[in-house]
């Protein structure tokens, strides 16, 4: 699959690790035929800066809006380069997770779509944010940084090596 230039800018600021795997997952979406043809998956989120979550944790508490993360800044994956979204998009180039709103697919036949793809990137060894219990976040994959701990613990390391300008790998 060529990737498009909304992928590579995303798979850019990840971790070379995270980019090594984002990269191979891309390659194996496209070799698996998963999808109906003229389909076609983008990373469509990458690095967030700490500024950045901390924006979007404001929105609906201090800023207008709905809610869109429960995360402060330090508390999501994403703020470490370590974890990217797919997006998925039919073959007239519509993000699929709109279509629901539109009446043209279901919730379910949108989750299913994400589900289709998820033993892909677990057999490269990416966590699936569709088997956290916490919150069910299918596009979400990331590096299994540290398999023997929980993303709680995870998380608290990655925050710390942050707070110490440490190189995360
Ligand atoms: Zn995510």
Request: cysteine-free.
């Given at each position: 699959m060529t990737m498009d230039q909304r992928t590579l800018d995303n798979i850019a600021t990840l971790?070379?690790?995270?980019?090594?795997?984002?990269?191979?997952?891309?390659?194996?979406?496209?070799?698996?035929?998963?999808?109906?043809?003229?389909?076609?998956?983008?990373?469509?989120?990458?690095?967030?800066?700490?500024?950045?979550?901390?924006?979007?944790?404001?929105?609906?508490?201090?800023?207008?809006?709905?809610?869109?993360?429960?995360?402060?800044?330090?508390?999501?994956?994403?703020?470490?380069?370590?974890?990217?979204?797919?997006?998925?998009?039919?073959?007239?180039?519509?993000?699929?997770?709109?279509?629901?709103?539109?009446?043209?697919?279901?919730?379910?036949?949108v989750s299913d779509y994400y589900r289709y793809l998820a033993p892909i990137g677990k057999a490269l060894g990416l966590i699936w944010g569709g088997d956290w219990e916490s919150i069910d976040d299918e596009p979400h994959y990331e590096l299994n940084l540290w398999p023997d701990l929980r993303e709680t613990e995870r998380l608290a390391k990655l925050r710390y090596l942050h707070s110490r300008g440490e190189e995360i790998e």
């Open positions: 971790i070379p690790a995270a980019q090594d795997k984002a990269r191979a997952f891309m390659d194996a979406i496209a070799e698996s035929n998963r999808l109906p043809t003229g389909w076609y998956v983008s990373i469509i989120s990458g690095l967030r800066s700490y500024a950045e979550q901390d924006i979007l944790y404001q929105e609906g508490r201090t800023t207008p809006g709905p809610i869109v993360t429960n995360a402060p800044a330090g508390y999501s994956t994403h703020n470490f380069g370590v974890a990217f979204d797919l997006g998925i998009f039919d073959a007239d180039g519509r993000y699929i997770d709109d279509l629901p709103d539109r009446g043209i697919m279901s919730e379910a036949q």
